[in-house]
C-alpha cells in the first residue's frame, strides 16, 4: 500500500508540475476539438448534453489503444471493469453500480450498445471494437431513452460508417509475448447513391504470460478473427438505409488464477490478508507450517503471481472457442418539417466453449466445463422531431427478444471425485414504449423531461444433476443423501417472473452565455430480476432475485474557457439504489440475492486542456462515498462491490514537427485507483487493494496523415494488481485472485489511404 501511495504521489505531482510550468499564455492558436456525441438520440456537441459523460474519437481510441470495453475504463474516473473467470465475462460498474456476477444469462447494469444496438450480455463484449469511429459514456441511469439494465449508465460504441468519400487504412503491429496485430479498413463509394465500407481485424497473441512450471508452458494466449461489412444505400428520395453484417472468432485458453493460501487457518475471514497469507505460493487450511500445500508442493517463485503449477490435463479443459454473428439494419425516412423516422433491427448470435478455472494447482482440484449459445433480436422504432428553436420530441417503440442456454459440467478427478452438471435455459421477452421532450422556457433556460414504460417476461428451466455413480459428490456437500445412483437430480426449477416498470428523467438546463452550462436532472432506472446461473445445491438458490432500481439526483456544470482552450465538467451526485442485486454465499458456492435500501453519493471532475499549441493535458477525479443495506443476516453498512472510494487518471500528450512534413509525439497516461472491495459482504480476501497504472505512447507521423509509426507500452511500471476475487478459504483454505496484465509493449505502424 505504502509503495502504491508513493507511485501515486510521485505521478500526480508530476502531472500539476508540467501543467503548471506548461501552461503558460502563448498567443494559441489551437483549441480543443469538438466532439459531436448522440447521447440523446441525435448529434450534439458533448458540451451541450446535460449528462455526464466521457466520449473519445478514433484517434484517441487509437492513442490511448482502446482495443476492448475493458481499456475504457483507465480513461474514465468513478468507472472499473473487471475481469470475471479469466476476463470473459467483463463486469462493468459505473459510481458503484454494476453487475457483481461471473454467469452469462445476467444481463449488465451498464447497458453496452453497438452501433444502438444492445448487448443483452456480458458474454457479448470481446472482438468488437476495430474500426470505431467513437465511444461514449454516459454516467447515471439511462432508463428512458436506452432502457432497461442501464441503472449505473451507458457505453456507446459507433463504428465508422461508409461514405462517398474513398478512405483506408492499414495497421501493422508486433509487441511482447509474441503478440501480432492486423487491423485495415477500406470504403467509399459503389454508386451515386450507395456507399460501402469492409473491415477487418486479427489478433494473435501466441504466448502469456501465465506460465506452467509442471510443463513449461503457459495459459492465456489468444488468437481472435473480426470482420464487419456494410452497406449505405439510398432507397428512395426520402429514404436512406445501411446494413451491417458482423462475425468473428476466437480461440486459445483461458486466463488462470493465482490461488493463495492461510498460513493460519485459525485466523478469521476479515482479518488483514495481506500479512496472513503465503502469497503466490500455495496451501491448505489443512498445513500451516509452511507455504505449501498438503501434498507438499511449493512454487519455485513465491513472489511472481504469474507462474503457476497447473495440472497439465487441465490445460485441454481451459480452451476458449467463440463464434459469433450479426446484423444490423438502419433505415431513416424524412418525414419533412424537420422530422424523422428511424428503424434499427438488431440481430446478434453467439456460440461459446469455454473453460474456467478456480485452482492452479499440481492436482484437479475443479475443472469447470461451460457451453453456451446466446441470440438476440432486437427492434426499434422511433421518432425525431427537431423543433425551430432547437428544442426535440422523441417517441418510440422497442421489442427483444434474447434467448441463452448453456451445458456446464464440474469435476474433479484427483481430490474431491465430483462430478457435477448444471443447464440453464432462459428466454427473455420485452416490449417498451419511451418518449423525451424538451422545452424553452427562457433564452436561458431549458427543460426536459422523458418516460419509458417497460413490460418484460423471463422464463428459466435449470437444475445440477450429479452425475457421479457413486455419489460422492456428498464429499463437498455435507447436505446430500447418497443414492447410489448416477444422474441424480439435485435442483430444478421451472420457473417464469413478469415485470413492470415505469423510468423517468427530468432536467433543467441554465445557459447564462454560450460556453457555460448549468444542470440538475432526477432520473430513475430499472434492471429486471432474474435467475442465478451457476451450479446450485439447493431450490432455494434458484429462487427468482427481484429487479433493482435507482432514484438519482445530480447537479452538474460544464463550462468552455479560455477561448477553447480549457475545458472543464463537474457533477455531483447521490443514488437512493433499492434492491440491489448482488452474489452472497450459498449452501457451497455463492448465490444471487438482493440488498435493503442502499445509498451512493460522489462527484466526477474532468479537465482538459490545450496551454499551448501541441500540447494536451487532461485530469479525471472521482470520489464514491457508498452505504450498502443490510442482505439478509448482514446488517446494512458495507461498501458497494467493484467500487473505489477514490480514483484519479490524467494524462500528457505533446506534439511538434521535427522536419517538414514529419511530427513527433509523445503521451503519457496513468490513473490510480483507491482499495476497492470485491463482494457485497466486504471480505477482505476479495479486496483489490490500492494501485496505479502508467502507460506511454511516442509516435512520429506525416503532416499530411498518411502515415505513423508508434512504440507503446501499457502498465509501463509493471504494477502488479487483482481484476477479480473469490473466497474459498472456509472450503478449502484458498483465496482466488485473478492479476491484470504485466508490463507489454510493441510497436505499430499504420498507413492511411485515400484522405
Not at 364 to 379: C, P, R, W, Y
Request: with cysteine; aromatic share 12%.
Amino acid at each position: 500500500m505504502r509503495t502504491v501511495m508513493k507511485r501515486y504521489n510521485f505521478i500526480s505531482k508530476l502531472w500539476i508540475a508540467s501543467c503548471l510550468i506548461l501552461f503558460t499564455p502563448t498567443g494559441n492558436t489551437q483549441t480543443i476539438e469538438e466532439i459531436v456525441v448522440t447521447a440523446q438520440k441525435r448529434e450534439q456537441s458533448m458540451s451541450d448534453v446535460s449528462i455526464s459523460m466521457n466520449a473519445f474519437t478514433d484517434k484517441e481510441i487509437r492513442s490511448f489503444r482502446i482495443e476492448n470495453p475493458t481499456d475504457i475504463a483507465d480513461l474514465v474516473s468513478n468507472m472499473d471493469i473487471k475481469g470475471t473467470l479469466g476476463g470473459v465475462n467483463p463486469a462493468i460498474t459505473v459510481r458503484g453500480v454494476g453487475l457483481n456476477d461471473f454467469n452469462a444469462n445476467n444481463n449488465p447494469s451498464v447497458g453496452v450498445y453497438m452501433d444502438e444496438v444492445f448487448l443483452s450480455s456480458p458474454a457479448m463484449l470481446s472482438l468488437r471494437m476495430f474500426d470505431v469511429e467513437r465511444v461514449e459514456v454516459l454516467k447515471g441511469p439511462q432508463g428512458t431513452l436506452y432502457g432497461r439494465n442501464s441503472t449505473g449508465g451507458a457505453i456507446n460504441i459507433i463504428n465508422r460508417k461508409p461514405t462517398q468519400e474513398f478512405d483506408s487504412y492499414v495497421s501493422l503491429g508486433k509487441g511482447n509475448y509474441d503478440q501480432i496485430e492486423l487491423e485495415a479498413a477500406i470504403g467509399g463509394g459503389i454508386s451515386e447513391d450507395s456507399a460501402a465500407r469492409i473491415s477487418i481485424s486479427h489478433k494473435d497473441q501466441g504466448d502469456s504470460y501465465h506460465d506452467n512450471l509442471l510443463t513449461g508452458n503457459n495459459m492465456g494466449g489468444m488468437k481472435s478473427t473480426a470482420g464487419r461489412g456494410q452497406l449505405d444505400f439510398k432507397v428512395n428520395d426520402t429514404t436512406r438505409g445501411n446494413i451491417s453484417i458482423n462475425f468473428g472468432s476466437a480461440e486459445g485458453t483461458n486466463t488462470p488464477f493465482t490461488i493463495f493460501g492461510l498460513l493460519d487457518p485459525s485466523m478469521p475471514a476479515n482479518a488483514d490478508w495481506s500479512v496472513n497469507l503465503c502469497g503466490p505460493a500455495k496451501t491448505f487450511k489443512f498445513d500451516n507450517s509452511q507455504c505449501s500445500d498438503f501434498f507438499g508442493i511449493q512454487e519455485t517463485n513465491d513472489s511472481d503471481p504469474y507462474t503457476h503449477s497447473f495440472n497439465p490435463s487441465d490445460a485441454a479443459k481451459y480452451i476458449i472457442d467463440t463464434d459469433y454473428s450479426g446484423a444490423v439494419i438502419r433505415l431513416e425516412h424524412d418525414l419533412g418539417d424537420s422530422s424523422n423516422i428511424t428503424s434499427i433491427t438488431g440481430f446478434e448470435s453467439q456460440d461459446r466453449v469455454y473453460g474456467d478455472n478456480i485452482n492452479s494447482h499440481p492436482f484437479q482440484l475443479s475443472a469447470i466445463t461451460h457451453d453456451e449459445e446466446i441470440s438476440q433480436f432486437s427492434q426499434e422504432l422511433r421518432i425525431n422531431r427537431i423543433n425551430d428553436d432547437g428544442t426535440q420530441l422523441i417517441l418510440g417503440v422497442f421489442f427483444s427478444k434474447d434467448e441463452f442456454e448453456s451445458e456446464n459440467v464440474f469435476e474433479s478427478s484427483d481430490f474431491f471425485l465430483t462430478h457435477l452438471f448444471w443447464n440453464n435455459d432462459q428466454e427473455t421477452t420485452s416490449w417498451a414504449i419511451f418518449g423525451s421532450k424538451d422545452w424553452k422556457l427562457s433564452e436561458t433556460l431549458s427543460l426536459t423531461a422523458g418516460f419509458r414504460y417497460t413490460d418484460e417476461e423471463i422464463d428459466f428451466t435449470g437444475g445440477t444433476t450429479d452425475l457421479n455413480p457413486f455419489d460422492m459428490s456428498c464429499i463437498i456437500d455435507p447436505f446430500c443423501m447418497p443414492t447410489g445412483y448416477g444422474a441424480v437430480p439435485i435442483t430444478l426449477v421451472d420457473n417464469t417472473i413478469s415485470e413492470k416498470d415505469t423510468s423517468i428523467r427530468v432536467a433543467l438546463e441554465y445557459r447564462p452565455d454560450d460556453d457555460r452550462m448549468i444542470y440538475g436532472s432526477v432520473s430513475t432506472g430499472y434492471k429486471s430480476g432474474g435467475f442465478f446461473g451457476d451450479f446450485t445445491f439447493s431450490n432455494d438458490e434458484l429462487t427468482p432475485f427481484s429487479a433493482e432500481s435507482i432514484r438519482a439526483y445530480e447537479i452538474g456544470y460544464k463550462s468552455s474557457r479560455s477561448e477553447g482552450r480549457v475545458q472543464l465538467n463537474a457533477s455531483v451526485f447521490h443514488y437512493d439504489y433499492d434492491d440491489m442485486q448482488t452474489l452472497v454465499p450459498g449452501v457451497l458456492v455463492t448465490r444471487f440475492a438482493n440488498a435493503d435500501d442502499s445509498k451512493i453519493s460522489g462527484m466526477d471532475l474532468d479537465i482538459l486542456a490545450v496551454p499551448r499549441d501541441g500540447l494536451t493535458v487532461g485530469l479525471g477525479f472521482g470520489m464514491l462515498n457508498s452505504e450498502l443495506g443490510a442482505i439478509g443476516l448482514l446488517p446494512a453498512g458495507n461498501k458497494s462491490p467493484n467500487a473505489a472510494d477514490l480514483q484519479l487518471n490524467g494524462f500528457i500528450s505533446y506534439e511538434h514537427q521535427v522536419r517538414p512534413g514529419v511530427t513527433m509525439g509523445w503521451q503519457g497516461s496513468f490513473k490510480y485507483t483507491d482499495d476497492m472491495f470485491r463482494d457485497a459482504f466486504n471480505d477482505k480476501f476479495n479486496v483489490t487493494e490500492s494501485y496505479s497504472t502508467l502507460d506511454a505512447r511516442i509516435w512520429l507521423a506525416s503532416d499530411d496523415d498518411k502515415w505513423e509509426v508508434a512504440l507503446w507500452a501499457k502498465n509501463l511500471a509493471n504494477e502488479k494488481y487483482t481484476e477479480s476475487a473469490f473466497n474459498f478459504v472456509d472450503l478449502t483454505g484458498l483465496a482466488n485472485h485473478m492479476y491484470g496484465p504485466p508490463r507489454t509493449y510493441g510497436i505499430n505502424f499504420t498507413y492511411f489511404g485515400g484522405k
